[in-house]
Every structure is written in C-alpha cells, then in structure tokens.
C-alpha cells in the first residue's frame, strides 16, 4: 500500500520548511491563545492539502524540469504562502465544525472546544480565518489570496446545505454530490490550482489542476464516508457516526435508490432512531452491506481517482507526477 512518506519524498524538505514557515507566522503575546495555537498547529493532521499544492507547484513549475535532487527545496515563499493559507483555513473549518457537532474529540485527541470550551474555540477559528488573512494581504500576493479566498464562502454553504438535507432527510445523490464538493473537494480542488498559481503556471494548467483536485477531493470524500460503514474502520471517530447524526451519505443512497417507495420510507424511519437506538444503527448497516452500497459507492469513488489520474497522464514523468498518482491510490486504499 502506497504511504503518506513516500508521496511526501520529493518534497521532504519543502515540508520541514513549510511548518516553520507556517508557526512563525502564527503567535500571540496572549497565555491562552498562544496554547491554542500551539495546540492547534501541531496536532492540524496529515497536510494533505498542502502537500497536494507543493507536488501540483512543482510538477507545473519550468524551474523544475531540472533532474530532482533529494535534500533540496523545490517550493518558494509565495507557494509556502498558498501552502499556509490553505491549510489553515481547513483547521479553522475543523475547529468550527467540531463546535456545531459539539464533538470532544478529534483525530483520537480533545477537540478544542473540549479542552477551553466552545465559546474559545469558536473565537479560535475566527482567529485563524482572520490572521490568514491577515498574512495572505501583507504578503502583497494578491492573486493568491483572491483566488483562494472564496473557498471559505463554499465552504459554509457545503455545511449549510448539509445541515439542511439531514434535518429533511432529503439528500439525494445530486445534492449529496453538491454537498461533497463544498465541503471538502473544493478546498482540495483549489489547494491543487493554488500550487499552480504559486508559480504562475499557464491558465491550462492552473484549470487542469483544478480538476485535478475536484476530482480527487470528490473521491476523498466518498471513501471517507465508505469508511464510515466499515467495520474495520481507523478514522478516529466512532463507526458509524453518520448514521447517529442523520446524515444520508453515498452508501446508502445507493440502497435508497433501488428501493421501492414504502421501502425507501422504513429506511428512513430507521434513520430517524439512529440517534438514541443502536439496534436501528446495526439494521441499517447491515442492510447496505447486504445489498451491496459500499461496493456500488466504490465503483463511483474509483471513478473519480480515474479521472484525477487521467488529468496527470498528460504531464510528462516526474517524481511530483509519480508522488500525486500516489497520492490518487493513498485516497482510494486508506483505512482511517
């Protein structure tokens, strides 16, 4: 299986510089504050964005048709910037949604809301946004901070439009899809054009990265919620959270929509007592089991890794091309 090491190789020491870029540009003369943020920047995940617009930088970088020589930086400050702003606008993201689901953990540590309550946590994200924003306009790189900025915006109204299907239980595979792509494959998508950007690559290549990204985070996306379903699942979080919360996902709208009318309405019924009843947890996973909606929703995540990967056939071979096809075969196997 492919790992988060090896795709990280050919920028090995572009993330080494890339975090000490980032804390330094994030602290505060406050006790408290200065204990989330540390807390925050060291616990902030696998940086999988970032990586994602370092390779997309350099494989769309003319200064880097050069032969790659391992130990060297193949990134600039300005794509550092992208790398930060990017990054930094999914942990604040985190740090709200853990907020709203009132959730005391996170990648098997304390949320912060958990450890200095939500009132300091939500005052954290909004921390976050701003000094983002903050260092993206004293930088002077414009072109960077517009084109990234708008993925807050998406990214509000992806939890909005969620909230609103769960609520109605009216989630069907269009809005499913809609809601994927606000939420988490835009900011992956704009994570690998930023790259591009970063370097000032054609306009050709800063769309191809777009999709590149689009697709790939769509299937990120879907594999995390086929993780949800899975027994053997290492996400950190309970198996099977979704259904807890309401939230109809791919999995089982690939059941719902084979299903007969009155069929359709038990299962939801279902899902309505997922919150307080275990038992109607357990019917409904064994039910997509059963019918096969973790399959029928594999086929359509590796549908999107073939389009990601279609994408990057066009370029020609590099280590950053060979480290973001990788990257494609990470997303469709990881297990957590």
Known sequence: MVTLDSIRTPIASDLTAFEEFMRSRFTSDGKLMSEMLEYVLTTHGKNIR????????ALCSPANTREWVEGERNCTKRTYLAALMVEILHT???VHDDVIDNSDSRRGRPSVNALWQSRNAVILGDYLLARTMSVGMESGQYDLVSHIVGSIATLCEGEILQSQHTADKSTTRSSYLEIIYKK????ISVSASAGAVSVNASRVDVEQMRRFGEALGMAFQIQDDIL??????HTGKPTNNDLREGKITLPLIEVLEKCSEDEKAKLLEKLSQCATDESAVDFLQGVVEATGGLA???RTMKS?????????AKYADSPYRTALVNMCAFVAERDR
């Not at 970032?50 to 930088?57: G, W």
């Not at 949800?228 to 699942?233: G, I, L, N, W």
């Not at 890794?305 to 990057?312: G, H, N, P, V, W």
């Open 50 to 57: 970032p990586i994602i617009l370092m390779l997309a930088s």
């Open 92 to 94: 604040a993201s985190l």
């Open 184 to 187: 988490t494959a835009s900011l």
């Open 228 to 233: 949800d379903y899975s027994r053997s699942s």
């Open 296 to 298: 029928m929703a594999a």
């Open 304 to 312: 999107y890794i073939d389009r990601a990967t279609s994408i990057l």
